[in-house]
């Protein structure tokens, strides 16, 4: 008999939290730093942007709940989860500070600025779609590890240890949800009545933070935003796209854009990976198309930010989420895009309460990067971990040091030897490119594939001498890629000389890599 899939079930409330949570925090960060790295005006962020994050949020979600369902229904053995879906935090803060604040503070326009940031997320949108069409030949051509460990590593750096200290800076009433967050998840505890457990720990922590505030023992920061409520409708801004296409300021960031749409169709197929290791098989043509098309309709009204698959999969499909918990997140997100709630939401609830979640979901995903894989391939997974340190690592950097009043273009030189800059800056340049070239050579070369190790040395080759991998040049308005030829060439060298020593092992007998004993 076959069993009956419903729309919802009880971990798609827990679901919903956890994504939506994430979705929030991605819309707070427009909010504010539209504001002030842009200059944007709060009516183009509520009335024009918002709303067109909103749609594509919406779009997506429905999709990829259909998608699951679709599979659930053909495959009724098993318990499917929706993808994740929504706007990556990687590329939202890449177009803010290396499309749009560049341009704004070159030429005090803030609307010149949102158009440059809208011909950037066409031109993303664009690659991403076309990603779709080879997504299925890189997923068979690149090793497990190569694909989860930069995953991995984005998600113990950006996410764990980057909420982390946001929790433990306010342990008296974010500490505690998310402690309880990971007694519940990791050791699958169900509480009474079928509450949800995560939605739970989130409203202990919220009252905890209102009770101590009211007692006077405490004190928390929230938005200071009128809350009145409007309805805004998405609106074309298909002569905003074009002004950008016809003048030099959207077409000067390319350099930013093309790693950006890149890291974003990596990250997707990483995802789709990190799905089917989870045990939800999904077609990947359709799903990085529909991951496309969704960052065209958002560029389409109004919103500079492609979207993308999120990381996290199998910490959802932990909770017990199947297709419900995408369906609830796309409508809130963009009830709260569209009516202007963001701010009444973040007058309401300190954010830090409910980060627990998001340091469940980050260290799921790296469990998974280093259990999914072949133990032999553990190092592997390892190497291809420190990228995204390195990119973490000079985000903390250059965070420091604009509050200090300064900027790395300014202090580079007193580094001197103290610190290595120039090579976290090397890392940084296509950080998750860099992570799958390095683990999936060593992945190759451990199962003695050294022809395939090979050819991934000249592809690492390849990518330095064009500028996606390593290149980069520091100027007073930030970090950009250096796109061009032999741009980075010592890259390019040692990549090549890795090639062609793989290339004469691989020609050599068998018996000459015996395993030693070291």
């Known amino acids: 008999m076959k069993r009956k899939e419903k729309w919802f079930y009880h971990g798609d409330i827990d679901g919903f939290f956890g994504l939506f949570i994430d979705n929030l925090i991605q819309l707070m960060l427009i909010s504010v730093l539209c504001r002030y790295a842009c200059g944007f005006p709060l009516e183009l962020i509520t009335e024009r942007i ?130 309880l967050v990971l007694f519940f998840y990791a050791s699958k505890i169900r509480l009474p009545f079928h509450l949800p457990s995560g939605a739970m720990a989130m409203l202990i922590g919220g009252i905890l933070a209102w009770c101590l505030k009211w007692m006077g023992f405490l004190d928390f920061t929230l938005l200071q935003e009128p809350m009145a409520l409007s309805l805004n409708v998405p609106i074309p801004a298909f002569s905003e796209i074009f002004a950008s296409l016809q003048g030099p300021t959207g077409w000067q960031m390319i350099s930013v854009v093309i790693p950006v749409a890149l890291f974003n169709v990596i990250g997707s197929i990483q995802n789709l990976e990190s799905a089917e290791a989870a045990g939800d098989s999904f077609d990947t043509q359709p799903t990085l198309l529909v991951n496309g098309l969704t960052s065209l309709l958002a560029c389409g009204f109004g919103a500079p930010f492609p979207t993308s698959l999120y990381i996290g999969h199998p910490g959802w499909k932990s909770m017990g989420a199947r297709t419900g918990y995408s369906i609830l997140n796309g409508v809130a997100i963009a009830l709260v895009c569209m009516t202007g709630g963001i701010n009444l939401i973040l007058k309401m609830i300190p954010m830090e309460g409910a980060l627990g979640i998001l340091i469940w979901i980050g260290l799921v995903i790296v469990a998974e990067a280093t259990t999914k894989t072949e133990a032999k391939h553990g190092v592997a997974v390892a190497l291809g971990l420190v990228p995204a340190f390195a990119a973490w690592v000079l985000s903390i950097i250059e965070t420091t040091l604009r509050v200090a009043g300064t900027d790395l273009y300014t202090v580079i030189d007193q580094f001197k030897g103290e610190l290595a800059i120039q090579g976290i800056l090397s890392l940084y340049q296509g950080f998750l490119l860099i992570s799958i070239v390095l683990s999936a050579i060593l992945a190759h070369v451990i199962d003695r594939q050294f022809l395939k190790a090979a050819w991934w040395s000249f592809s690492g080759a390849l990518f330095s001498s064009v500028g996606l991998i390593h290149a980069y040049q520091l100027t007073p308005s930030g970090l950009h890629t250096s796109l061009g030829w032999l741009t980075a060439p010592w890259f390019t060298f040692a990549y090549g000389f890795l090639g062609v020593t793989l290339l004469v092992m691989s020609r050599l007998s068998p018996k000459q890599f015996e395993p030693s004993n070291l």
């Open 50 to 179: 918002l709303p067109g994050v909103g749609l594509s949020i919406f779009v997506g979600n429905l999709f990829y709940a259909w998608q699951a369902r679709k599979l659930a229904l053909s495959n009724p053995e098993k318990k499917v989860t929706a993808l994740p879906f929504g706007i990556n935090t990687v590329s939202l803060l890449a177009f803010i500070f290396l499309v749009m604040s560049p341009v704004y503070n070159e030429t005090g326009d803030a609307n010149l600025a949102w158009q440059a940031g809208l011909g950037a997320c066409l031109v993303s949108g664009v690659i991403e779609t076309l990603g779709a069409f080879v997504g299925t030949w890189i997923k068979r051509h690149t090793p497990r590890a190569a694909l989860l460990s930069g995953l991995g590593g984005v998600a113990l750096s950006f996410i764990v240890l980057g909420f982390s200290f946001q929790i433990f800076s306010t342990p008296a009433f974010s500490l505690i949800p998310m402690m």
